[in-house]
């Protein structure tokens, strides 16, 4: 009998990706790996167009975001609290996952204050990715059909 606990995980084939990320290559490379398990990706060059992406969207429409916390404009950490701060159903359980090369114990800290759900060093390792992926998307969609 093991003592850890599996969680339950989503299927990812054609959920709704917003990735938020200011260097293109970056982006490409992340829509590669999700591309892999058949999900749609959505791209915003930085914080500000993710909020505005996501605000001017339907409630549920993106099942998870993956944010870069460095951007230009606005960065991942206030995009995260904007978005949080939404009235609407969606704001409060999308799964958004930092994405960046700190992976510092205050940069981790910060993220988690700010609302993110899981914090992700890069580059990032796509098993890892995934797994994050089915678990938070399962644990939003477990709470909005509560």
Same mark, same amino acid.
């Given at each position: 009998?093991?003592?850890?606990?599996?969680?339950?995980?989503?299927? %990812?084939?054609?959920?709704?990706?917003?990735?938020?990320?200011? /260097?293109?290559?970056?982006?490409?490379?992340?829509?590669?790996? %999700?591309?892999?398990?058949?999900?749609? *990706?959505?791209?915003?060059?930085?914080?500000?167009?993710? %909020?505005? /992406?996501?605000?001017?969207?339907?409630?549920?429409?993106?099942?998870?975001? %993956?944010?870069?916390?460095?951007?230009?404009?606005?960065?991942?950490?206030?995009?995260?609290?904007?978005?949080?701060?939404?009235?609407?159903?969606?704001?409060?359980? +999308?799964?958004?996952?930092?994405?960046?090369?700190?992976?510092?114990?205050?940069? +981790?800290?910060?993220?988690?204050? +700010?609302? /993110?759900?899981?914090?992700?060093?890069?580059? +990032?390792?796509?098993?890892?990715?995934?797994?994050?992926?089915?678990?938070?998307?399962?644990?939003?969609? *477990?709470?909005?059909?509560?």
């Amino acid at each position: 009998m093991s003592l850890i606990k599996e969680k339950k995980r989503a299927s %990812l084939k054609d959920k709704r990706i917003l990735i938020a990320e200011d /260097m293109e290559i970056n982006a490409e490379i992340v829509k590669e790996v %999700l591309a892999i398990k058949e999900m749609v *990706t959505e791209h915003a060059a930085n914080g500000k167009i993710a %909020l505005s /992406m996501f605000g001017d969207s339907d409630e549920f429409y993106y099942d998870a975001i %993956l944010m870069d916390v460095r951007m230009p404009e606005m960065d991942g950490l206030e995009a995260t609290k904007e978005i949080r701060a939404l009235d609407r159903k969606d704001a409060s359980i +999308v799964p958004i996952i930092a994405m960046t090369a700190n992976a510092f114990d205050e940069d +981790v800290q910060r993220s988690l204050q +700010v609302g /993110m759900n899981a914090h992700l060093s890069k580059p +990032v390792e796509p098993e890892r990715l995934y797994r994050s992926l089915e678990e938070l998307i399962w644990e939003a969609e *477990t709470k909005r059909n509560a």
